[in-house]
């Protein structure tokens, strides 16, 4: 029977099932009202756990096998050892030999080196990803390849849906750089340090079976534990779980193209003249080129002005930690460290705080860290005239990045987006965006080098900066300027079939993405 | 017929908004178009089109085209093929892009030429967005940043650029190669609204005078009623600095003289150096021919592209010297120079008085002009609204500046 396709609240066309569960389509911001229980995982006993807290197996083969593993299980992993991962895909290719069909991958993100993983999809081992899919494994989807139907989650959404049972992880298989032989784990330590291990919070608490796997065990206590050894099952000890520089960038730059140092000139500019930097103001950006050069020159401002912000969330880079060092922040709360002076600062600095997004991004839960924040800088592959933006597709309609944290972040008070207008021949400024990923009225200012679009609902910040002397259009405008230079593009072609879901951060479905035509 | 094979354009992982294009013609089965775009999706379609199009103008009905398009503009396109064609067919056809209504404007003599940037000739990438860096002048180059064997394609670009690239205002400036190829780059640009020509490695009035010329001839051909194109001679040897204050008057339409110093160094047979000490005779020279003359004389550029500190402090010791600009060969030193050459705020403060008392004048109908009880004459009002404009150019002030001025201040 063909699966009832609905439109939902953003007018998008989305189905009321998605890999064999109901599905509730987006409802609008804060509309969906969430009911019943959170989800528990099975009540273990000390009684079949080692008295001496032992808890390490010979190998990770022998811990799945222990851990029950079997067709249809839910994997999951965490991300923080980014494109030096070597755990992830290890799990695959012992479940590979071991005949094991249609597991479900639950990764907090995806890198390049797990593109490995193709081959399992391939061979039938993986059913589907849930999370994250950059490059080749976005193209496999794209294409149609992949048996299940994707599911795409921010980081916030992530955990809400662990909490609330929408996933239920059979085994999470949680890598550690440092960990002892009861499951205490943390992100600092070790060869493999990558800062903080805060994604695998949920997983631990929420699994049925919990794998700590780690390059360097340590006596116990294992301190100060971001992973909790109440939680965990297993210790497996191997000799690398990830491959250093490229866990951590040995440093993160600012970016050096004219274009770009631009947008973050106009983006230091309108923060300083619509008044919303301010002594105090609470800050995030990312660790991408133009999101540091921003940070720099809020860094100048906040000097020449002699302010202090008061905490800044990370992902934290070498920048954020001049900042907390030289005393133009008050503290770090840190969900990531993206270069070696963040894993650092981390380790030594008692005010960069690693901050599991558990508490920061979760939308159904108590509320919400990125709400009472003040500047939040993202990015964008699309935004449309009514400022609606896309970050997993690119214009062409293939599925090239993960979510992220970005849907989370929108609720900060000012969602400010530095794009480029157009990227080499492709404008990022659409009549409607290929793939919806968080409504325009979360999107507060779009800032590209060629003029600034503030939201027509943000009264409040067009008053604000008249007169500044800022480059203020419309979007539309923004649109007909890029289009007179790059041409008006043509639409990618798409078949009816739905190879992943974006899910909204409360679990309801704001869009799919559908199979490109070949 | 020349060859049958022509390859022009680029391509590479490292090229971005370029295109390689080989052609080859043939007897028959058509236009065949192998297309390899990183934006087929989007714009496959109109790639094709063009193609077509150009291919139809020059008479090709049977030819192979394979494309290695990473993200090229049309116009970029257009110039690649066209450079194609031309290795294989003999024609004096243009395939021009329109030239956008928003390129025809003229400059005057005396417009500040603080920054003029510097973009290499044949890589588009740099030249799309180059007008956004606010500098007062864009410089695009087909001499020493053009290999020798892309001066060909570079010169089609840089026509086709001067048509379709919004330069926001920028003088629109092209530097010529020397001798013969420099006048011969002159058939391919002053059509197309070029606003100055730098000449490179002036020695003498002859070649000026020759550059000069032959832009009159070119004018008087094409019948059109085009803009001024002014000149600015560049000095960069022992000789052409002996011979400053000549070739500084070789011509009306120049406007300036600009020095460049690694060259100039070079000739010396001395180390350039940040302080400059051994170019200061030469320096000094330049500018006062340059006064002597009235034209502006330009500094040459800074090369550390890296150390704006040391910009800084090399744009003071030129503005002391009475240098009225600089070059720049990378976006983040326009900032920095137009900073140091262009008036401080309290130029811009007394400008704003003035601008507001001549229109306060105009709207109650006075002849007279007063600030306080001081008398302005129409110069000092002209010179106090360039400073505002210049202002406002630069993002100092707001354009509607006049409108957030409280009542009471305008009174």
Known sequence: MAIKIVKNAAGRSVPLEINGQKVIPFQGVGKHRPEGRKYSPPIPTCSDYPDDGNKVVGSLEEALRKCGIRDGMTISTHHHLRDGDLVSNKIFEIASEMGIKDLVWFPSASFPCNDPIIKYLDDGTINRIEGSMNGPLGRYVSDGKMKGTAVLRSHGGRVQAIQDGEVKIDIAVLAAPTADSYGNAKGTGGKSACGVIGYAKADSMYATKVIVVTDNLIDLPCFPMEIEGNYVDYVVVVDKIGIPEKIVSGTTQITKSPDRLLIADLTAAFLEKSGILKDGVTMQAGAGGTSLAIAVFVDEILKKKGWKSKFGFGGSTKY?????????????????????????SVENNPNHIPFPVFNAYNYHSKGNLTSMMDIMILGATEVDLNFNGNVVTHSDGYLLHGIGGWQNCLHARNVILPIPLFRDRIPVIVDEVTTLCGPGELIDVIITERGIAINPLRTDLIDSVKGSGLPIKTLKELKDEAEKICGKPQKPLFDEEIVAAIKWVDGTVIDVVRKIKQ | MKKSIAIAGNSGSKIRSDCEITLELKNGGGIIIDLNSKVKVLYGESIKELTVEILKFYGIKNANVKITDTGALPFVIAARLECAVKQLINTDLEYLPEFISENAYSTTRDRFRFSRLYLPGNTPGLMINAGLHSADGIILDLEDSVAPEKKDEARILVRNALRQINFLGAERMVRINQGEKGLEDLHFIIAHNVNLILIPKCESTDYVKRVDQEITKIKSTLKLNLNNT??????????????????????????????????????????????????LYARTRLVNASKAAGIQPIDSVFSDVGD??????????????????????????????????????????????????????????????????????PPVVARAQKTIDLAIRMRFISSDWIDHIPTEEKL
């Open chain 1, 320 to 344: 954020m930690v001049k900042m907390l060092e030289e005393g133009q922040m008050g503290f770090i709360l840190d969900a990531q460290a993206f270069d070696l002076d963040a894993v650092k």
């Open chain 2, 230 to 279: 002014f000149l600015m001679p560049i000095i960069e040897s022992a000789l052409g600095i002996e011979n400053a204050f000549d070739i500084a008057r070789a011509s009306e339409n120049i406007v300036g003289m600009a020095i460049g110093l690694e060259d100039y160094t070079a000739d010396l047979g001395v180390q350039r150096t940040k302080e400059g000490r051994e170019s």
């Open chain 2, 308 to 377: 704006m500190e040391a910009l800084k402090q090399n744009v003071v010791i030129s503005k002391a010297l009475g240098f009225e600009g600089m070059g720049c060969i990378h976006p983040r030193q326009i900032p920095v120079i137009r900073q140091g050459f262009s008036p401080d705020e309290a130029e811009i403060e007394k400008s704003k008085k003035i601008v507001l008392a001549y229109t306060d004048a105009k709207n109650k109908g006075l002849g007279v002009v007063a600030l306080g009880s001081k008398m302005i004459d």
